[in-house]
């Protein structure tokens, strides 16, 4: 049981104070004070001074508090369940014997965890100072929240994250705040779970990696082939920083399974792109390069090499060259004894086309046998493809489902993998960004599966940051500059003076249907202030009325005044698909046909769509309409 | 630094801290060992050198008999590199033990230096 009882007098408050008052430049002044001493005792003793020995050996002093100061007061572990046993050492130091809320403030901003909080949640030293009293009576209800928040993100200590989450819930109407900044008190949560998570991080990279030594690969054969026309992954791993999410964690296991055991040895990753399957087999090579890790001897220091199609069609133009080449590759790898080969997206191996050659004839003996390991990388939908016209090659591989993270995995694949994004573009990602990140990917980027699209966009919101800073808004904004689509709300002057008065506007063009027109308008401005159903169309419309009353005109003027032109109108007369076969021709592959609604929506989604002459259409093709009007959502074929 | 402060710098010196610079000297020659592939040599140590001339050969008894002696000449030629490399390696660490000895050794009189110092300030002879 843990208590709120907070000792200034406590040994662990007293070396906590110490700690903080060593600071970096008094610690090198320690070192510089032996250094000296040293000096001093030894010119003495060659002076034949004997006070020199001893002012050499006073030495011993500032180096043991150098010592000391690394090995426990920098971070004082924990020693009771009371406050200041659980306390963040940085901050046990600087508070004073009966501290106020407001100290608790300045002391949690001022550390790690405060700052993690300030930059990633906008949870500010200011705004910390804002909603705290100096009054050391609420400091209690401060400890009992903070023991709670402790407890729920299974942290070690009393953090700066976790610190700040409790002043936020011992403020009164802490959810009206919450809410003001888009965040829930789950988000503070996970945001303290990602801290915690960080430092573990940084703690681990500080571990020395083990990776077999100068002679490892002794006992293995040379691969002159294999590094020209493949890449070694277990050469790029070493970062130390691997998400390891459920669904990864279980598909790596699989490979160590099926590696390890005595079957085919190979194994096919399917899934769609962007789930995750090359940083699979890269986590997998990274394993086996581990020595501390628990997996059977015949995998250890087992190296994998990604197969370059490209260059080895470059290499081996001619007929039958490709296949030479091929088993060459294949025969280094198969006698150096230490390999496995990686073909990503496999369908280049298998089928004909740019870039692609099918090498069934030469692969398909290999992957039954199963002597040499093999890693292939498919989509699901190509494997059935290649499966209809080969069956035996399914057949012959031992399958691993890699399916698309869900929320909360994506969210903390975003969380690791943002770090080497951050560095490279030199830009900070707030949480609210990798929240809106996974809702707007979910809805907008369609080619990749989670986590890729929400990593996608992430990466390209990198250009949208204000000043370096990437919010829940750079992320609309990038959806809306890159995609041509208004995700958030109303913002600019421009668009705010255009939306009030949208029915000034469009009766510049047309006169009269002041209903109408105020209908449409009332839909477009609830859209834009954000009440909308994000799960249906903006507004669905039926204009009835003779010809020549101004259906069609309305929906050009809308277009015109707030899509941004007359072009921004997709126009479908359906008195062209009056036959029930004509849905096929609605909803067809974009790629295939260019006039389908779908094709259309897909290339130029911020716009209106007018169905023309609907009153003429087939039932069958009303009824695949039906769930465009009510959801909002059309699957091409 | 008060009177609890340098007793609880002495107590952690004799127990975490001793232990924290064994535990860093253990480390270290752990890496010298990962470094050297001490196991892997050991358990290698007549595997045939990068895999030069280990396939199996199928043919007449005379090219049978020369790829076995290529075999063992291979395996030969690797048992003497992991020989080399194994001494070093023994070598380096043996040193590394004596260093680590003589670092924790040092560590537990460390903070009795200045009383020695003292002692020969007032007893001991200059240089």
């Given at each position: 049981?843990?208590?709120?009882f907070?000792k ?7 070396k ?5 008052r ?31 020995w001893?002012i ?7 180096v043991?508090?150098y010592?000391w ?10 020693t ?14 600087r ?6 809320p407001?100290e608790?403030?300045?002391a949690a ?7 993690f909080f300030?930059?990633r ?18 400091t ?11 407890s ?5 200590h009393?953090?700066?994250?976790v610190?700040?989450?409790?002043m936020?819930?011992?403020?009164p109407?802490?959810?009206?705040l ?6 829930e ?34 006992s293995?054969?040379?691969i ?16 130390g920083?691997t ?12 490979l160590?399974d ?7 040895q ?15 087999v890269?986590?997998?090579?990274e394993?086996?390069l581990?020595?501390?890790a ?11 090499f ?22 060459q590759?294949?025969g ?21 086309g740019v870039g692609?050659?099918d ?7 290999i992957?039954?046998?199963?002597n040499?390991?093999v ?7 190509r ?9 035996s ?7 691993i489902?890699?399916a698309?993270?869900?929320r909360?995995?994506t969210?903390a ?11 490279q ?11 809106e990140a ?9 080619d ?6 929400a ?13 370096g ?11 809306e500059?890159t ?5 958030g709300?109303?913002?600019?002057e421009?668009e ?9 506007l469009i009766?510049?063009?047309m006169i ?27 507004g669905?419309?039926l ?36 036959r029930?076969e ?8 974009g790629a295939?046909?260019?006039?389908s609604?779908?094709?259309?929506a897909?290339?130029?989604?911020f ?25 909002g ?5 | ?45 007549f595997?045939?050198f ?5 396939g199996k050969?199928?043919g007449p ?7 076995m ?17 194994l ?21 537990g ?7 020695v ?7 001991g002879?200059?240089?």
């Open positions: 049981m843990h208590s709120t907070y200034y007098d406590s040994v662990r408050s007293a906590a104070r110490l700690g903080a060593l600071t970096k430049s008094l610690r090198l002044v320690l070192l510089l004070v032996a250094a000296v001493l040293i000096t001093l005792g030894v010119l003495a003793i060659t002076s034949h001074l004997t006070l020199g001893f050499v050996t006073l030495a011993a002093l500032p043991m508090i010592e100061y690394h090995g426990e007061l920098e971070h004082p572990p924990v009771t369940n009371s406050i200041d046993g659980l306390l963040d050492g940085d901050i046990l130091g508070l004073s014997a009966n501290p106020t407001k608790l403030a300045a901003a001022s550390v790690n965890g405060g700052r300030a930059v949640f906008g949870i500010t030293a200011n705004f910390l100072n804002d909603i705290t009293t100096d009054k050391p009576e609420d209690e209800a401060i400890w009992q929240h903070a023991l709670e928040v402790r729920q993100t299974s942290s070690e009393i953090s700066g994250a610190l700040a989450v409790a936020l819930q011992s403020f109407d802490y959810e009206s919450l809410a003001h900044m888009h965040l008190l789950d988000d503070l949560l996970a945001g303290v779970r990602w801290y915690e998570h960080l430092r573990l991080l940084v703690n681990k990279t500080k571990e020395p990696r083990r990776t077999g030594g100068i002679a490892r690969d002794f293995f054969g040379y002159p082939l294999l590094k020209h026309f493949g890449i070694n992954l277990s050469d790029q791993v070493g970062g920083i998400v390891e999410i459920v669904s990864h964690v279980k598909a790596v296991d699989q160590i099926t590696f390890g055991s005595g079957g085919r190979n194994a096919a990753l399917v899934g769609e792109a962007g789930a995750g399957k090359s940083t699979i890269r986590a997998f090579a394993k086996l581990d020595a501390k628990k997996i059977p001897s015949n995998l250890k220091f087992r190296q994998v990604l197969l370059d199609s490209a260059s080895l069609i470059a290499a081996a133009p001619g007929r039958g060259e490709l296949e030479g080449l091929i088993m590759v294949l280094e790898a198969y006698s150096a004894k230490n390999i496995i080969i990686c073909l990503d997206n496999a369908q280049l191996f298998f089928e004909e692609s050659v090498l069934t004839n030469v692969l398909l003996p992957l039954e046998a199963g040499l390991r890693i292939l990388t498919m989509d699901e939908q494997l059935l493809q290649i499966g209809q016209r080969n069956p090659l399914v057949n012959a591989l031992n399958r489902n890699v698309p993270a869900n909360e995995e969210i694949v975003m969380q690791d993998q943002l770090i080497f994004t951050e560095y573009r030199k830009v900070t990602y707030m949480y609210q960004s990798l929240a996974y809702r707007l990917s979910e809805r907008y980027v369609h990749l599966a989670m986590p890729g699209r990593l996608k966009l992430l990466e390209n919101a990198a250009s949208y940051g204000e000043n800073l990437i919010t829940g808004n750079s992320i609309q904004q990038t959806i500059q995609m041509d689509i208004k995700v709300v109303a913002s600019g421009d705010r003076e255009k939306l009030l008065n949208l029915e000034d009766h510049k063009r009269n249907q002041t209903r109408a027109v105020q209908v449409v308008s009332d839909a477009l401005r609830r859209a834009r202030a954000g009440v909308r159903n994000e799960n249906r169309p903006i669905t419309f204009f009835l009325g003779p010809t020549g009353v101004g259906k069609t005109e309305l929906s050009k003027a809308l277009a015109d005044v707030y899509f941004g032109g007359e072009d921004r109108m997709i126009r479908l007369d359906l008195n062209e698909y009056v029930d004509d849905v096929a021709r609605l909803i067809a592959d295939d046909d260019p006039t609604l779908t094709a259309q897909m290339k130029q989604p716009s209106v769509v007018l169905l023309d002459e609907i009153e003429k259409a087939h039932p069958k093709v009303l009824t695949t309409l039906l769930q465009l009007l009510d959801e959502i059309l699957r091409d074929i | 630094m008060n009177m609890l402060l340098v007793t609880e710098l002495l107590r952690w010196w004799y127990t975490a801290g001793w232990r924290g610079r064994a535990k860093r000297i253990a480390n270290q020659l752990d890496a010298t060992i990962d470094y050297f592939s001490m196991d892997l040599l050991a358990k290698t140590l595997a045939p990068r895999q030069i001339s280990a050969v199928d008894l005379e090219v049978k008999l020369r790829a002696l290529d075999k063992l000449f291979s395996r030969v030629i690797g048992a003497v590199i992991r020989t080399i490399l001494v070093v390696g023994v070598v380096a660490i043996a040193f590394q033990v004596l260093i680590g000895g003589l670092i924790l050794l040092g560590w009189l460390v903070p009795l230096l200045p009383v110092g003292l002692i020969l300030t007032v007893k002879p200059a240089l």
